[in-house]
């Protein structure tokens, strides 16, 4: 058993090993009769669904567990919420503020840990987006992918890493203070997003104002106002898929002509993180 924290715990072997179990449709019940605590500190419609749909499909309990519930970090600390939760269930998947909190429940418990999304990364979204693209291309290896937008958050900081570690490759358009602070070398970071999507295959972006980031929505709207996702923007690429983590603010960072366009993968990116998800609570128990 192991952890899933950050797509680098995964590296190249484990998403691929996970893909791959993603793909099939039936891999029995190695959940059987065991309960997945699924700790949310922030609510989400996508994560909730999908990762509760995984453990029933691999045969297992999950438990859906509100933050007033465990009082992360205030009533209890990490290392006491993970213990406690290890009494009873197999596997602990956590969405949480501070992803230190992750860190310091993994170090209570040698139950495996999974981040179902903290403030450094979003690791099973990213494999749903390689499995979406690697549906859609086939081949990874070389395949161009632009992300447009805030590119300083965890969707894009996993989806960096991930695209690296299948060979694909990444460019981040984004205004300069809100670049990718940390980025792995071998991604490409421009001001212009006609430059990052001319001869891509995907383009990708996320929501401008994320939650808790209220205060700062009259400064990112107006920075950010030049990379809205639009029909001419993609254009510019090469017959591009369009990508987004959802949910999106339809007329801000993306159209509503390109959300609904017959080359927006958006539902089967949704329904990937199901799939994404089972893939990866079985690898964590191999």
Known sequence: MTNILTVADLGPAGIAEVLALAEQPDLGRPLAGKGVALVFQKPSARTRNSTEMAVVQLGGHPVYIQKEEVG?????????????????????????????????????????????????????????????????????????????????NNVARSLAHACLAVGAELTLASPSQYRLSDAPDGVRQVDD??????????????????????????????????????????????????????????????????????????????????HAARGALAWVLL
């Open 193 to 274: 997003p006609a430059e990052a999507v001319r001869r891509a295959r995907f383009v990708y972006t996320d929501v401008w104002v994320s939650m808790g980031q209220d205060n700062e929505a009259r400064e990112r709207m107006q920075a950010l106002g030049p990379y809205q996702v639009d029909e001419a923007l993609m254009a510019k690429a090469d017959d591009a898929w369009f990508l987004h983590c959802l949910p999106a603010r339809r007329g801000e960072e993306v159209t509503h002509g390109v959300l609904e366009s017959p080359k927006s993968a958006i539902w089967r990116q949704a329904e990937n993180r199901m």
């Open 72 to 152: 992360l970090g205030s009533r209890e600390t990490a290392e006491d919420v993970a213990r406690t939760l290890a009494c009873y269930h197999d596997i602990i998947c956590a969405r949480v503020m501070d992803h230190d909190d992750l860190v310091r429940m993994t170090g209570a418990t040698a139950k495996p840990v999974v981040n179902l999304l903290s403030d450094k990364e979003h690791p099973l979204q990213a494999l749903a987006d390689v499995l979406t693209m690697k549906q859609l291309a086939d081949n990874l290896q070389g395949l161009k992918i632009a992300y447009v937008g805030d590119a300083d």
